[in-house]
C-alpha cells in the first residue's frame, strides 16, 4: 500500500473508478486520499474532461523524462476533435501561448534559456538584501495592522505572504508596484473556479495587453531586469519574439508568485499546528531549510499541474496513456507516497530520520526554474516573522481554514493570526 489513507478513501471514487476534482477544494485532504488509493495512474475527471493523473513518486519521475509526454495542446485527442474548447475554463493553463512552459526539445531549452541565467544562485544572493528589505517593511505593516485591529486579528496571507514574492518577482521583472495590486486581483481572479468563463479569458486579454504594454517600453528603453534580459539577444543567438517573451512573462509572474505564496502559509500552518515542532525550530534544534522542504513535500504549493499529452501508448504498470490522452502531475499525492516517503508519509515530520527527496518542483526540462528563488524568499521570510512576532498563532481552528476553488494551486483564502500569544 502506497497511500497511509488508502483503506479509508475506498468507495469514494466513482463506479469506474474515476475520482472527480472538485473545483471548489472543500475536501483537499480526502481528494488526496481518493487518488492516492488507485495509483500509481488515476482515471480523474477535471470539469467534465477525462484525463489521467500520476500519483507515485516513481512513476511521476519516469513520465516527466519521458519524450512521448509532450506539452503541445495540438497532440491532445480531446482538443483536435474539438470536445475541448475554449469555453472549457481550465484551457487558458494550457493553451496560454507561447512560452517555455508550452513546449518542448530545442526550443523549450532556448526559451528557458536566459531565465535561467537570471536566476542563477549568485544572482539570487545579489538581490537577496532586497528581498531581506522587502520582509521588513511588510512585517511592519503586518504590527500596523495588528495594532489597528479591535481584536488583533490580521489576515497573514493578504498583508505578509501574498505581497512579498508579488515585490520580488516584480523586482526582477521591473513591473512598477503600483500595477502589483491589478495583477494580483486578475490573477486571483483567472485562477477562481468562481469566475465565469468569459470573464476569464477577458482577464487573459487583458494581461496580455499590460504584458505588452510593458515588453514594447523595454524594448525602446531597455533596463536592468529580466524582461530587458528576454528581449535582448545573445550575441549571435535567436532573440525571443514578442509572443514569447510575453508568455514567458505572464506565467513566469504567475507563478513566481502563487508557490511562494503557498509554500509560506502553508509552512506557519504546519508548525503554528504542531507547538513541539515549532519549539525545535526556534530553538535551533532543526533548521529552516528542513521546515521548507517538508512543507514542500508534504503540502506542496501546486496540487495538479496541467498537462502533458502522448504521442502514443505509453504503459504505466497495468495501466497504459493512450496515444492522444492528457496527463497530470498530482504533486499533492505525491509528496504522500510511502514507496518514497516512508509510512508515516501522510504527517508533517521535521525531524523525519530520511532525506526529505520529493519532486515538488517538478523534475526533468521543465523543472520550475523559480524553484530557487522561492526556497530563498521563504528561508528569509519565515524566520524574520516568528523573529518578529514569536508568540504567533491561528486566529482560527486548523480546520477552519478555507481553500480558495483553485484546482491547480493550494492556496487559502485567508489566514487569520494573533501577532502576539
Known amino acids: 500500500m502506497s497511500c497511509p489513507h488508502a483503506a479509508a478513501a475506498r468507495g469514494t471514487a466513482s463506479s469506474d473508478g474515476t475520482v472527480v476534482i472538485d473545483p471548489l477544494v472543500q475536501d483537499l485532504d480526502g481528494e488526496t486520499a481518493r487518488l492516492c488509493a488507485v495509483g500509481p495512474l488515476a482515471r480523474i475527471e477535471l470539469l ?36 475541448v474548447t ?23 531549452r532556448r526559451l528557458r534559456a536566459k531565465t535561467s541565467q537570471a536566476l542563477t544562485p549568485r544572482r539570487l544572493e545579489d538581490i537577496r538584501p532586497r528581498i531581506e528589505e522587502f520582509t521588513e517593511e511588510l512585517l511592519d505593516a503586518l504590527a500596523e495592522h495588528g495594532e489597528r485591529s479591535e481584536d488583533g486579528v490580521v489576515d497573514l496571507k493578504a498583508v505578509f505572504a501574498q505581497p512579498l514574492p508579488m515585490r520580488v518577482i516584480g523586482m526582477l521583472m521591473g513591473v512598477d508596484e503600483a500595477e502589483h495590486p491589478m495583477l494580483l486581483k486578475r490573477y486571483k481572479a483567472f485562477f477562481s473556479m468562481l469566475t465565469p468563463q468569459d470573464e476569464r479569458l477577458a482577464l487573459l486579454a487583458e494581461l496580455d495587453e499590460f504584458y505588452t504594454a510593458l515588453v514594447r517600453e523595454r524594448t525602446a528603453r531597455p533596463a536592468d531586469d529580466l524582461t530587458s534580459a528576454l528581449i535582448l539577444a545573445e550575441e549571435g543567438g535567436e532573440p525571443l519574439t514578442e509572443e514569447e517573451v510575453i508568455g514567458n512573462l505572464k506565467a513566469m509572474v504567475a507563478a513566481g508568485h502563487e508557490t511562494t505564496i503557498g ?24 533548521a529552516w531549510e528542513t521546515v521548507i522542504e517538508e512543507t514542500l513535500r508534504w503540502d506542496t504549493p501546486t496540487t495538479h499541474l496541467l498537462m502533458r499529452f502522448a504521442t502514443e501508448d505509453i504503459r504505466v504498470g497495468d495501466d497504459v ?69 514569536p508568540g504567533l498563532r491561528a486566529a482560527v481552528p486548523d480546520d477552519g481554514i478555507r ?19
Open 48 to 83: 467534465g474532461v477525462p484525463a489521467w493523473t500520476v500519483t507515485r513518486h516513481a512513476a511521476a519521475r519516469r513520465l516527466l523524462v519521458d519524450p512521448r509526454l509532450v506539452k503541445d495542446i495540438d497532440a491532445w485527442e480531446l482538443w483536435r476533435n474539438g470536445q
Open 86 to 108: 475554449r469555453a472549457w475554463p481550465l484551457i487558458g493553463m494550457i493553451d496560454a501561448g507561447r512560452s517555455m512552459f508550452t513546449v518542448d526539445g530545442a526550443e523549450h
Open 263 to 286: 509554500l509560506i502559509l502553508n509552512s506557519v500552518r504546519a508548525l503554528l499546528a504542531r507547538p513541539d515542532q515549532l519549539r525545535k525550530v526556534l530553538d535551533g534544534e532543526v
Open 321 to 389: 496513456i493512450a496515444k492522444g490522452e492528457g496527463v497530470v502531475i498530482s504533486y499533492r499525492v505525491i509528496g504522500r507516497d510511502t514507496e518514497q516517503h516512508g509510512p508515516d508519509a501522510d504527517e508533517f515530520d521535521i525531524t523525519r530520520p530520511t532525506p526529505i527527496r520529493h519532486m515538488t518542483f517538478g523534475h526533468g526540462p521543465h523543472i520550475c526554474p523559480g524553484a530557487a528563488l522561492s526556497r530563498v524568499e521563504a528561508g528569509i521570510a519565515l524566520p524574520a516573522l516568528f523573529a518578529r512576532f
Open 403 to 421: 481553500k480558495l476553488p483553485v484546482m491547480t494551486q493550494n492556496d487559502m483564502e485567508a489566514f487569520p493570526v494573533l501577532l502576539h500569544g
